[in-house]
């Protein structure tokens, strides 16, 4: 199983954040980046944690900073990426792996497949940020900005288009150790193809490892040395 | 100098970058007559039928082929090596420039849907390998004689080889095996993982082909 770091990147700055509500800044993405270069995590995945309309000029600021960006560690980066010309103006970045949300929920045919033609089917991942209400598993629709009913429709569509599919919960993000597991007994989707974050620590990966999931990634706690990767691994 | 042909798909800045820490010069190349240096790179994140397209359309897929009969270097990397083939099964069959006597497959076709294999695995080689295959590092910028470590995939189909002319080396991996991890033959170098993004491994590899 890959252990990586996540990032969240906004309007050029990093931060940290906890539910997605409260955010502390952590400053240059390029210095963040450097770090989990030293600690030679498995990956990083850098999100845009947009809610409701995107900015095109923050978008901007955002993808110059990504094609400035310096590492040698896989990079996948999502969060805010639309439209067919946000894909155009990934090519040449320097990401292996694209991250779409609003286009899997929306079930956007077209737009994913123009993403696949761009990076290859098996660059593209599904991210779903979810969590659990009523025993109804909700995902968070990031475009309209509110929580949906996750339906067995957007699960086979995400089989069927992306390699792997991120698992976010929603509700535990930022905190040590919460990951539900729980929540992946309600999917319909196989361990092997998903990655698991939002409050996933040192025993949540032991959990994982045991269960054959493809990847945990751990919020930015891990640019702290004292949570560096090689004590989560 | 080193062309790292840009078609629009790519991670280019992530080879320009590798470069740069490795002080190699590099320039990003998109028609024919830019293509001048003894190495060319076709790097690899996208999709065979339009990267296929992209390549004829701008005739690059002819000066890639001129380039290799005047015997200079190339090096493919993931799609970038797939596409060095006879034919890739991607985009229900693309044919692609026919430099490396192989073909590539759909890993897994006959298991479950939507295999793909990404992650790291072990690493090893020497430079006996290289030998082997004719084909000796140009810019001298490591005397280092072995390398072991991890590298990075990210694909879903594969390289199946067959050719006595080149020298291969299979991903150590029992799920994944009849696929070429690395194909060398004199000039041509194919490699399925990303180098550029397999960090310390990564950059040493660079440094031995280079």
Redesign the interface.
């Known amino acids: 199983m890959?252990v990586g770091a996540s990032i969240l990147l906004k309007n050029g700055y990093c931060y940290q954040s906890y539910g997605w509500n409260r955010f502390r800044p952590l400053g240059d993405l390029q210095t963040a980046i450097d770090i989990l270069?030293e600690y030679?995590v498995?990956e990083i995945l850098i999100v845009r944690p947009i809610k409701g309309v995107d900015s095109e000029d923050s978008l901007n600021i955002d993808l110059k900073l990504l094609?400035e960006?310096?590492?040698?560690?896989?990079?996948s980066f999502g969060g805010g990426i639309r439209s067919n010309s946000d894909i155009?103006n990934l090519?040449?970045?320097?990401?292996?792996?694209l991250c779409l949300s609003s286009a899997f929920i929306n079930i956007n045919e077209g737009f994913v497949k123009n993403a696949?033609?761009?990076?290859?089917?098996?660059?593209i991942l599904a991210c779903l940020p979810i969590t659990l209400i009523d025993d109804v598993i909700c995902v968070y629709h990031s475009e309209a900005n509110e929580l949906i009913k996750l339906s067995d429709e957007i699960q086979e569509f995400c089989?069927?288009y992306a390699?792997?599919i991120i698992i976010i919960d929603m509700s535990n993000e930022g905190n040590n150790d919460y990951f539900q597991m729980d929540l992946l007994e309600h999917l319909k989707i196989p361990l092997n193809?998903i990655i698991i974050t939002g409050g996933v620590g040192k025993n949540i990966i032991r959990v994982a490892k045991s269960t054959g999931i493809?990847s945990s990634i751990i919020e930015n706690r891990v640019l702290h040395s004292e949570n560096s990767i090689d004590y989560f691994k | 100098m080193i062309d790292i042909i840009?078609v629009?798909?790519?991670?280019?800045?992530?080879l320009t970058?590798?470069l740069?820490?490795l002080q190699v010069p590099s320039r990003?190349v998109n028609s024919p007559n830019q293509v001048k240096s003894n190495t060319i790179i076709l790097p690899g994140?996208?999709?065979a039928?339009?990267y296929m397209d992209k390549l004829k359309e701008s005739s690059l897929d002819q000066a890639i082929k001129k380039h290799h009969s005047e015997g200079k270097r190339i090096i493919g990397i993931c799609?970038g090596f797939q596409l060095l083939t006879i034919s890739s099964e991607e985009d229900g069959g693309t044919e692609c420039l026919g430099l490396v006597d192989a073909q590539t497959e759909k890993i897994g076709s006959n298991q479950l849907r939507?295999c793909?294999h990404?992650?790291?695995e072990h690493f090893q080689i020497d430079t006996e390998y290289f030998n082997a295959a004719e084909c000796q590092a140009q810019l001298g910028l490591t005397r280092k004689r072995k390398l072991k470590g991890r590298v990075?995939y990210?694909?879903?189909y594969g390289v199946c080889s067959t050719s006595e002319d080149a020298a291969h080396l299979e991903i150590p991996n029992k799920m994944y095996a009849g696929y070429s991890s690395m194909v060398v033959q004199k000039n041509l170098i194919g490699i399925q993982f990303?180098p550029?993004?397999?960090?310390?491994t990564?950059?040493n590899l660079f440094e031995m082909m280079l």
Do not use: Y
């Open positions: 890959r270069d030679e498995d094609s960006l310096k590492t040698i560690t896989p990079l155009n090519s040449g970045l320097p990401i292996e792996r696949i033609n761009s990076f290859g089917r098996q660059a089989m069927q390699d792997e193809k493809a | 840009d629009g798909c790519g991670n280019i800045q992530s970058n590798i740069t820490l990003a994140v996208g999709s039928g339009p799609l939507n793909s990404t992650g790291w990075f990210n694909h879903e990303h550029e993004k397999s960090q310390v990564g950059l």
